[in-house]
């Protein structure tokens, strides 16, 4: 492990600040957490991006969020065939072993992920084509989503909410998400946040369409 | 998508408050980063625990990580066989395209995907060893991590921090990691927190042990 | 040059401390620092003062704070006269070209140039007022505060705060400065700290007044 | 002051966290600096540049450093005219007031302001011979320093280093600076630092030339 290098002082003086307030402050509720474990409230599911932080969205609240986040917040569809998935282990370990009542996909702008997976889709990014790319096979989930809003005037805005209601979908065919949503013990919500202007839009779920909260 | 159900008001009432203060505080800020792009100095692999939030560990300033959350913060090795690999995606993305120069690995104390893997290696666990268990399968990557723990005194921890090792040293088996570390363009680094007591442990490359900072 | 001298060893030790420690942590994000260019959020505007040090208050993170430091943290008015202006192109050349989204004031508590502003407006100091006192001419600039704040029953720290007010408005002489207020680009903050206590004052744009943060 | 932000919470988070361990770890000294005031061991004038912060390179103790930043660390010919001179009354109340035993200039490599005197002396920067740019008037300073090294191969650093010469003879001419250096009461060293490597080169006094510590 000699290639593991120390902490970077800037982070240890920021953690030391943390343990001096934030967790000083809570140290009793800390405990609790440690001692009973967590109990989250709801799932999110959103983007790796450094500018959208749902801790800060909806408050940084100890034990409150169990928080999956993957590039463009997709969730793939199911397909129990043994092999390793992160994001499919962290929904089935939400809706079963800690039952959520809530299970959150939050997309937004700018998304890197979402620009490739249209660079891919119309021809301008090869090097996304090849086996090879992590990035781009993980794009593929979007593909059918690319194929429903093609054309769209407002692209790549269009397509940040597709992946957003494919991941939807995909949760669905999740046999343990679809049994809980359908007993009314598990909530589905899409949401879009634009970075520049801090605007949400909720996926409305008879029209099918986002509109601001 | 009529499953889609509205945010609910206590959500609703978090956002309304972060834009009126932390997203108007920062609105030069967020329009900036909207405009030009990221450029986190760090990609963080993290638990989606939601006892363990790294933006409030480390502060959570915007647009400084890159951060990707999973069950027992692992990474799976270098495998490009055209699947779906999240972590592996979000690994790619913030070292070739974003060019962190930083990624850390955070355990932490009480982490139910590694009390999984325990109770699966010691054959506690049938229904984890099903082909269909995600987390089951997800938490395989592990495996090797028990092996080499096994019988430790200071179980679970052990494992905990074993998860984080392992991690980075599948981090050094991508082709990418490895070159941009063995460049100095990159640094890696492993960290383990307590829950309870707030304690932070670093990785010491030399040692191999974790020591509290 | 033969009046230059060597660095002190006390120095050169803490150099080499810092070079082997802080800068080989962080050699990879220096090397982008070096390679890319800075995209500092911040300006800070703060006194010479060697008991303030905003890099310590704020963190020392590399890279995030465009810092002045002037006797009393003083901004003078906009006065594009060909002269050498110092304090004017460190704001032109944070708000123009590095586009920060804050600029930050911060006053301090026992200001030896506010003390000074205060004995010469008080008559105590004939020094302070010869054509050739650099430190008297450069306080003239706070001489309108003074009048201001004359009479205060909290001196000198009354005088020290409107030193912020006074530096901000005039900042927003500055036409680039106003421009990028006004459409939301840049935030102006006020600031002053009790070097005693750590207390830290905001300045209230509604009621103008500094209260603890 | 309607235009008066509050401070943005990343900042205010850093805060608390500086205040309940740095300042609660050295409360005692930061009283005794704030009842019997600074005295600084040296005056340090280096760059507002975020990527070069003095008190991290030579240690961030409080009362230490009297420090002055402003682009390109530079520091202008003696010249008591009854204007506004920052600069000037930065090394007046350092020398006179405070007597600081050491006046150390800190210059570095990709210096910005130090790449515009270059491009407007090449005639590639019209806008900076413009009367209302303060950035081109206050870099007027480092002209003489320009003719000096003008050809040299290894610009831009040929003229950053000059930035540092050019500021230590500016010095000279301040008649209280020269008195102090030819009594032994003050010391001044020349520095310049990269900040992708992290050298620290010495102006030598006798040949005149930077070399590494």
Redesign the interface.
């Known amino acids: 492990?000699?290639?593991?290098?120390?902490?970077?002082?800037?982070?240890?003086?920021?953690?030391?600040?943390?343990?001096?307030?934030?967790?000083?402050e809570n140290?009793a509720w800390?405990?609790r957490?440690?001692?009973e474990?967590?109990r989250?409230r709801?799932?999110v599911i959103s983007c790796?991006?450094?500018?959208v932080?749902v801790?800060?969205?909806?408050?940084?609240d100890?034990?409150?969020?169990?928080?999956?986040?993957?590039?463009a917040n997709?969730v793939?569809v199911y397909e129990?065939?043994?092999?390793?998935?992160?994001?499919?282990?962290?929904?089935?370990?939400?809706v079963m072993?800690l039952k959520v009542a809530?299970l959150?996909v939050l997309g937004h702008?700018?998304c890197?992920?979402v620009q490739g997976c249209l660079d891919m889709c119309e021809g301008r990014a090869p090097e996304l084509e090849e086996?090879?790319?992590?990035?781009g096979?993980?794009?593929?989930?979007l593909r059918p989503g690319y194929e429903a809003v093609k054309g769209d005037a407002d692209m790549p805005h269009a397509l940040e909410r597709e992946a957003v209601?494919v991941s939807?979908?995909n949760l669905?065919t999740f046999p343990f998400v679809r049994e809980a949503?359908e007993a009314g013990k598990l909530?589905?919500?899409?949401?879009w946040v634009?970075?520049?202007s801090?605007e949400?839009q909720?996926?409305?779920?008879?029209s099918?369409q986002f509109v601001p909260?």
């Open positions: 492990m000699e290639f593991a290098r120390p902490l970077p002082g800037f982070l240890l003086q920021r953690y030391h600040g943390w343990k001096a307030t934030t967790h000083a140290s800390y405990r957490l440690a001692d474990g967590q989250p709801a799932m790796c991006d450094s500018r932080h801790t800060s969205i909806f408050g940084a100890q034990g409150e969020f169990f928080i999956h986040r993957n590039i997709l793939p129990p065939d043994g092999q390793h998935h992160g994001t499919s282990a962290a929904v089935e370990y939400a072993a809530h959150i702008s700018s890197g992920g086996t090879g790319s992590f990035v096979r993980w794009m593929d989930i209601s939807l979908r669905m949503v909530g589905l919500h899409g949401l634009d970075i520049g801090g949400l909720n996926l409305d779920g008879k099918g909260v």
